[in-house]
C-alpha cells in the first residue's frame, strides 16, 4: 500500500524558516518524481514544487522560487522541502504527492501538515 | 501561464447527474486531470488524461473534453459523492514546468 506521511508543520514567524519531510513507503521511490501541493486555508489547491526521480529536474512556482528548496532522499525515501524568508501567504497545508508515471498529475497524496506562518 | 477556470459550485438532488467544467484560457490544451477532496481529507484522483478512470473510483465518474473544456460528469450522484471538484493540468517543456489547478467546484447534494 502506497503511503506518503508528511512532517515538519507547526507555526513560525514572518522570515523564518521551517523544513517539511514526506517519509513514503509502499512503492519504488526512487522510480518516482514527487510534488508539494499546498493548500491555503478554506482555498484551493496551488502546486508549488516538482523534483524528478534522480533529483536531474527541479521545478517551483513562481510564487516560491528563490524561497523554497526541494530535495529528496532516495536511500531514505524522503521527499523534503526547505523554506525560507516565510510570509504570512505561505500559510497553508502542505501536501506531498506522488507524480504518475503516465502524465503530470498525482495518482498518491498524503495527509498533510500545516504551515502557520504569524507574529 | 494559463488559468484553468471552474464554476464555484453545482447543486444536484440525489439520483441526478451532475456535471463540472473546466475551461483552459489557453492553447495548446494539455490533458486535463480531476481530484475530489471531502472536508479534512487529501484530494483523491477521480480522473486521469480527461477521460480514464483510476481503479477503485466508481463507474458514475466519468470525464469528457470537447476544444478547450473538460467536464466532470457524475451520473446517479450519492449524498457521498458531495465533495469540493478540482481539475488540474501541465505544461512542461525541458526547463520549464507549470502545474495549474482550477479553482475547485463545490458540489452540493441536495
Known amino acids: 500500500e502506497v503511503q506518503l506521511v508528511e512532517s515538519g508543520g507547526g507555526l513560525v514567524k514572518p522570515g523564518g524558516s521551517l523544513r517539511l519531510s514526506c517519509a513514503a513507503s509502499?512503492?519504488?521511490?526512487?522510480?518516482?518524481?514527487m510534488n508539494w501541493v499546498r493548500q491555503a486555508p478554506g482555498k484551493g489547491l496551488e502546486w508549488v514544487s516538482s523534483?524528478?526521480?534522480?533529483?536531474?529536474?527541479?521545478y517551483y512556482a513562481d510564487s516560491v522560487k528563490g524561497r523554497f528548496t526541494i530535495s529528496r532522499d532516495n536511500a531514505k525515501n524522503s521527499l523534503y522541502l526547505q523554506m525560507n524568508s516565510l510570509r504570512a501567504e505561505d500559510t497553508a497545508v502542505y501536501y506531498c504527492?506522488?507524480?504518475?508515471?503516465?502524465?503530470?498529475?498525482?495518482?498518491?497524496w498524503g495527509q498533510g501538515t500545516l504551515v502557520t506562518v504569524s507574529s | 501561464s494559463y488559468e484553468l477556470t471552474q464554476p464555484p459550485s453545482v447543486s444536484v438532488s440525489p439520483g441526478q447527474t451532475a456535471r463540472i467544467t473546466c475551461s483552459a484560457d489557453a492553447l495548446p490544451k494539455q490533458y486535463a486531470y480531476w481530484y475530489q477532496q471531502k472536508p479534512g481529507q487529501a484530494p483523491v484522483l477521480v480522473i486521469y488524461?480527461?477521460?480514464e478512470r483510476p481503479s477503485g473510483i466508481p463507474e458514475r465518474f466519468s470525464g469528457s473534453s470537447s476544444g478547450t473544456t473538460v467536464t466532470l460528469t457524475i451520473s446517479g450522484v450519492q449524498a457521498e459523492d458531495e465533495a469540493d471538484y478540482y481539475c488540474q493540468s501541465a505544461d512542461s517543456s525541458g526547463t520549464y514546468r507549470e502545474v495549474v489547478f482550477g479553482g475547485g467546484t463545490k458540489l452540493t447534494v441536495l
Open positions: 523534483i524528478s526521480s534522480s533529483s536531474s529536474y527541479i
Open positions: 504527492a506522488r507524480e504518475a508515471r503516465t502524465g503530470d498529475y498525482f495518482d498518491y
Open positions: 509502499g512503492f519504488t521511490f526512487s522510480s518516482y518524481s
Open positions: 488524461k480527461d477521460s
